[in-house]
């Protein structure tokens, strides 16, 4: 669920940045960035480091913190522009630095070296509402809102509120068969077949004959990224029904 924009011209910025963070700590990592000339540009290398933090150094919290100041960034900076182009570059970097996040928030993913806590459970759902948020404000379509729906959905989840997780997945679902994107729409299908069966020890069975069906019809799409889908609900499962 992941949306990586990084530009592999900015990976020295992003270097320098973590350099600060391991001289100075997460202040030091955010006045590196903040420094940036470009406002949408240190935008977008907040959402890096963030990502870095995560996926090297498996730091949850630093993650966060990197995140909520990348955030309060862009807004501010929004707020400052000098027109409403550059406002939307920052808004729109804000919204993929709160979905990465949230996403990084999550549980079901089962990284190796990750622990996510309660408080980071609702640390993403903060995030994750900000971006669907952000999608409808810059209106950025259907696909944009199902990721976003589908995001909350999952958080909720994992933090023990399958009905109002299945009613997020729904929304997703629907908003994929939409655009007629059927490996998106199958995940959300699959992920409410999980919801049920974590609202209802009695529905166990069907939710795991429903999961099955939707397993299959992804994987004879024979596309990659139904391939992807079909591996992150299997994985989920194993998680988040474990419990």
């Known amino acids: 669920m992941t949306e990586k924009k990084v530009d592999d011209t900015h990976e020295d910025l992003l270097d320098r940045a973590l350099e600060a963070f391991d001289r100075g700590g997460t202040g030091a990592a955010i006045g590196a960035l903040s420094s940036i000339g470009d406002p949408a540009q240190a935008g977008t290398m907040f959402d890096g480091l963030a990502r870095r933090l995560y996926n090297s150094r498996k730091d949850v919290a630093n993650m966060i913190s990197v995140a909520n100041a990348g955030i309060a960034f862009c807004f501010d900076q929004a707020k400052r522009a000098e027109n409403t182009e550059t406002a939307t570059k920052l ?31 609702q640390s993403g759902l903060k995030f994750a509402n900000l971006s669907h948020d952000l999608v409808r404000e810059l209106q950025l379509g259907l696909k944009q809102e199902a990721n976003a729906a589908c995001l909350i959905g999952a958080l909720r989840l ?53 999961l099955q069906f939707v397993l299959t019809r992804l994987r004879e799409l024979g596309l990659d990224e139904a391939k992807f889908f079909a591996e992150q609900l299997v994985t989920a499962a194993s998680i988040l029904l474990s419990k």
């Open 91 to 121: 808004k729109t970097a804000a919204k993929r630095i709160a979905f990465n996040a949230g996403a990084n928030c999550w549980p079901g993913w089962g990284d190796d070296g990750i622990y996510i806590t309660p408080d980071d459970i």
């Open 158 to 210: 994992a933090a023990g509120e399958p009905a109002a997780a299945l009613t997020e997945f729904r929304m997703a679902r629907n908003a994929s068969e939409s655009i007629g994107d059927a490996a998106r729409m199958l995940m959300a299908e699959g992920y409410c077949a999980i919801a049920r069966q974590a609202d209802n020890t009695a529905a166990r069975s069907a939710g795991a004959e429903e």
